[in-house]
């Protein structure tokens, strides 16, 4: 009886031991075969999303995780199909699933940080583009989402300190070129800036957009002649030659540079790809009557004010208008209109005084005069006003 009870538990215990032994040579034969089917599957799915075939893709990817449910790629692969379909949900359960299969590839941690940011969870997608940069330092899409994030959080010398930490690392990138420029121009750092865009442009020959931006540091940097140059060379190509803010600033430099000729061409040529800019024909009207071309600036300034009655600007550059034809009573009305648009523009204040001396009530002028100069004591303007009516 003993010995029945013994071959019994040896037996047991051999039966036991083949459970334990590992996967048979035909269970791992099955798997490699499964894996080869799956990659080729997967090979299959990538080339269907390349085309935005997603409803086929979708199948295919389907297939192989039947065959491979452990596949971090295929489960990748369905995120970011699910993503191109606004699937934000599904999609973000199919990639914590590849984190978990593959927790050091970078994609799916990306693909996180864009869910996020579309869920507009900013935060936690600047974590995951955090952690994808991690694990792939050199991919500067990673990098540039980084900073992205920062920006959108209000964190901008953060994102800059991110960005020029990685220039020389990304020495022949000229897009983290373009974004440390752009960054540093909203800092306020024009001179660097420069720096950056002439870099980036030698990088990308090609790219024109970079060469606007170093036109518009340029002329923040009071480097008028330089963006010039840059910008009479842009009007010449597509789709410059039919962007209105490109003539735009191109007249403003041209004014800067004391050329009222030009400018009130580039302002002409604006306002004909732009209609319906009070700012370019006001600009318009100001350098036409620069180049003391009265009647240009008269129809300039009146399209300005039809557009938009409440700027002052355009009043007050009216009557100077009026001024210069000898029509001083308009110059007056003009005048009155720019200070009650703007009461503390000491400026409009000396103009209506200018044009009540004009018209010979120097009582009133010395009244307005004073006025700007209690608005602002000290105005140069109102000062020299007063003092040539006391003589």
């Known amino acids: 009886m003993r010995l029945r009870t013994t071959s019994v538990a040896f037996a047991a215990l051999l039966a036991l031991g083949c459970q334990n032994k590992g996967p048979s040579d035909k ?77 050091n590839d970078p994609e799916p941690y990306y693909l996180s940080g864009v869910i996020y940011q579309r869920w507009q969870r900013l935060g936690t997608a600047l974590e995951f583009y955090r952690q994808a ?21 209000n964190r901008t010398p953060e994102a800059l300190t991110l960005l020029q930490a990685k220039v020389a690392y990304f020495e022949n990138s000229a897009a983290i070129r373009d974004a440390v ?12 800036a420069i720096d950056m865009f002439r870099q980036a ?3 990308a020959e090609d790219d024109d957009s970079i060469r606007q931006r170093l036109a518009m540091a340029y002329y923040k940097n009071k480097q008028y002649r330089q963006a010039a140059e840059i910008l009479n060379r842009l009007t010449q190509k597509e789709p410059y030659s039919k962007q209105a803010t490109v003539f735009e600033l191109l007249g403003e430099c041209q004014l800067q540079l004391a050329d009222a000729h030009s400018a009130a061409s580039s302002f002409e ?13 006001q600009n318009y009207g100001r350098a036409a009557l620069q180049e003391n071309d009265l009647r240009r ?13 409440s700027s002052s600007e355009s009043h007050l550059l009216l009557g100077y208008v009026r001024l210069r034809e000898n029509r001083a009573k308009e110059a007056l009305a003009s005048f009155q209109k720019a200070s009650s648009l703007d009461p503390n523009d000491t400026t409009s204040i000396c103009m209506v005084g200018y044009s009540y001396e004009k018209l010979g009530q ?27 009516i006391d003589k």
């Open 27 to 103: 269970e791992i034969a099955q798997k490699h075969w499964n894996d080869t089917r799956s990659s080729i599957l997967c090979g299959l799915a990538q080339d269907q999303y390349k085309a935005h075939d997603f409803d086929h893709c979708k199948e295919t990817i389907a297939k192989g995780l039947q065959m491979s449910p452990t596949s971090p790629q295929l489960h990748t692969l369905l995120a970011k199909v699910q993503i191109e379909q606004g699937q934000l949900e599904a999609a973000e359960r199919e990639l914590e699933v590849s984190r978990r299969f593959s927790p």
């Open 133 to 153: 940069s991690e694990r792939a330092p050199a991919e500067l899409a990673y990098v540039l989402a980084q900073g992205e994030m920062l920006v959108a959080l």
């Open 181 to 192: 420029g752009q960054l540093l121009v909203q800092t306020g750092q024009y001179a660097k």
């Open 201 to 203: 442009s030698i990088l």
């Open 269 to 281: 040529t604006a306002s004909e790809l732009n209609s319906l800019s009070p700012k370019i024909w």
């Open 297 to 309: 600036a008269d129809y300039a300034l009146r399209r300005s004010i039809g557009l938009d009655a």
């Open 362 to 388: 120097r009582s009133l002028a010395r009244r307005y005069y004073g006025e700007a100069l209690r608005v602002r004591p000290g105005d140069d303007m109102a000062s020299q006003l007063m003092a040539q």
